[in-house]
């Protein structure tokens, strides 16, 4: 156990103040003590997640409990261990490593699905910014086993996307089954998410991409590798378009980045034999059916469904591996503490391009 010099007594932490509505605070609060198994975390850097303003304004009808006020949210966290807790000094971590905290905050290691190598459906997680503390904040406890090593030269701002949208497609896109060569439709694919899928796609994978989104998106779209680029404005039938691209016979997989129901209405329709959707993005509010998803066609053309929530530790470690060596990039605009509120209203309104971290120091 041990910390780096004097640290502060207080710090400056966003919260939720009107669960329900979009609206942050900036409040000072105490810095903690990390526990056994714990280390306390100097943040620098956190990413601005879609998934953030879903909890905030408790839009998401899968969630089990509405948010309380005064909850940290945030869960793409970069910054530096400035002290030990009890047991740490075997986990693989010490004083003065970088590192980042995840969407999940730390798992039990126990349950059916922690032992699956499934992180993110951890029977007893702790999600971070959905009551834990989360990461927009300047100091923030995690377990010493699960914070996630930041490799050295990637710069912070850029590796803190990462952790949650760059992990999530990442594995979204191992799970679509399409191998190098293949067409892959990315729904969303201008947003924080989607520009990093095509870059993962197209430049990690060797797959070719279609990217879909509003034509406002056009230019960060094709600049993230994509081979096409469809507009949602303008354009009467997305899955005819696809199959134009495609020789007729329509795209091996289709991976759905955005939370708009549109999208996954029309998802399936873009598929070719044995194509898969894959689902990423969570609709707000209650979400409506795969319009398509008749079993007639899902037995005709042997389609497949599937669910991806982020990736596990290693898939995160893979991730930022990738954006170290430069395959992957995020496009952000860094912006301060105060700003958050104007961030999450103009991610509301769909205006967002890429990403954006704030600077916590």
């Known amino acids: 156990m041990g910390s780096v010099g004097l640290l502060p007594k207080k710090y400056k932490a966003i919260v939720y103040d009107k669960p329900g509505s979009i609206s942050t605070k900036i409040e000072e609060l105490d810095v903690p003590e990390p526990g056994p198994g714990e280390v306390l975390v100097n943040l620098t850097h956190s990413g601005v997640c879609h998934s953030d303003l879903g909890v905030m304004t408790n839009a998401w009808a899968a969630l089990p409990y509405p948010v309380q006020a005064?909850?940290?949210?945030?869960?793409?966290?970069?910054?530096?261990?400035?002290?030990?807790?009890?047991?740490?000094?075997?986990?693989?971590?010490?004083?003065?490593?970088?590192?980042?905290?995840?969407?999940?905050?730390?798992?039990c290691e126990a349950c059916?699905?922690?032992?699956?190598?499934?992180?993110?459906?951890?029977?007893?997680?702790?999600?971070?910014?959905?009551?834990?503390?989360?990461?927009?904040?300047?100091?923030?406890?995690?377990?010493?086993?699960?914070?996630?090593?930041?490799?050295?030269?990637?710069?912070?701002?850029?590796?803190?996307?990462?952790?949650?949208?760059?992990?999530?497609?990442?594995?979204?896109?191992?799970?679509?089954?399409?191998?190098?060569?293949q067409w892959v439709v990315i729904m969303g694919a201008g947003g924080g998410l989607g520009h990093l899928a095509v870059q993962f796609s197209a430049r990690g994978i060797g797959h070719r991409v279609i990217g879909i989104d509003h034509s406002s998106k056009k230019d960060i779209v094709l600049e993230s590798g994509a081979e096409h680029f469809i507009p949602v404005d303008g354009t009467e039938n997305m899955a005819d378009e696809v199959k134009k691209l495609t020789s007729n016979l329509g795209a091996h997989a289709v991976v759905v980045c955005t939370s708009n129901n549109a999208a996954y209405g029309m998802s399936l329709d873009m598929l070719r034999f044995r194509g898969r959707v894959v689902c990423v993005g969570i609709?707000?509010?209650?979400?409506?059916?795969?319009?398509?998803?008749?079993?007639?066609?899902?037995?005709?053309?042997?389609l497949q469904v599937v669910g991806s929530a982020v990736g596990d530790r290693r898939m995160a470690i893979e991730t930022l591996d990738f954006a170290a060596r430069g395959v992957v990039k995020t496009h952000f605009r860094l912006g301060k503490m105060e700003e958050l509120t104007e961030v999450f209203e103009e991610m509301h309104r769909g205006e967002l391009k890429g990403r954006v971290v704030l600077d916590l120091q």
């Open 283 to 302: 609709p707000e509010g209650k979400p409506l059916p795969i319009t398509s998803a008749s079993p007639q066609l899902l037995v005709a053309k042997e």
């Open 70 to 107: 005064g909850q940290v949210g945030g869960h793409e966290g970069v910054g530096k261990i400035v002290k030990m807790g009890p047991g740490t000094d075997r986990s693989g971590v010490k004083m003065g490593d970088r590192v980042g905290i995840k969407w999940m905050a730390g798992i």
């Open 112 to 181: 059916e699905a922690c032992r699956a190598g499934a992180d993110a459906s951890c029977f007893n997680g702790k999600v971070s910014g959905y009551y834990t503390p989360g990461t927009f904040q300047q100091y923030v406890l995690s377990p010493a086993n699960y914070v996630t090593p930041i490799p050295d030269g990637l710069d912070s701002a850029a590796a803190a996307p990462m952790l949650c949208a760059g992990v999530t497609v990442y594995a979204a896109l191992r799970k679509s089954n399409a191998e190098s060569g």
